[in-house]
Nanobody, 115 residues
């Protein structure tokens, strides 16, 4: 496992943008973003499963972009045209071993979108 530290959350009006960052303390195989709204299940948002290939939840396609800087072990989530339904705690997650699930999690960062 590695330590993951997120930053960049906050309060924004609908239609606005935020950029989340997640720095890993060590090498990872893949990283992604998961979110959890109040009283709802955790939901996959975006992630890299294969090198160079990113996938997204249907609800964020065209609005969110995941990117990474391998030299800094950091992954980013650019969120544009935010909607109130994007309000959630956003967690960074990583795989450090070959496995179907993420094995390392960040502490989460709150994103609140006002209407």
């Amino acid at each position: 496992q590695v330590q993951l530290v997120e930053s960049g959350g906050g309060l924004v009006q609908a239609g606005g943008s935020l950029r989340l960052s997640c720095a890993a303390s060590g090498r990872t195989l893949s990283m992604g973003w998961i979110r959890q709204a109040p009283e709802q299940e955790r939901e996959f948002v975006a992630g890299f499963r294969d090198p160079g290939f990113a996938n997204y939840a249907d609800s964020v396609k065209g609005r969110f972009t995941i990117s990474r800087d391998n030299t800094k072990n950091t992954v980013y989530l650019q969120m544009n045209n935010l909607k109130p339904e994007d309000t959630a705690v956003y967690y960074c997650a990583a795989r450090t071993i070959v496995a179907p699930s993420y094995d390392s999690w960040g502490q989460g960062t709150q994103v609140t979108v006002s209407s």
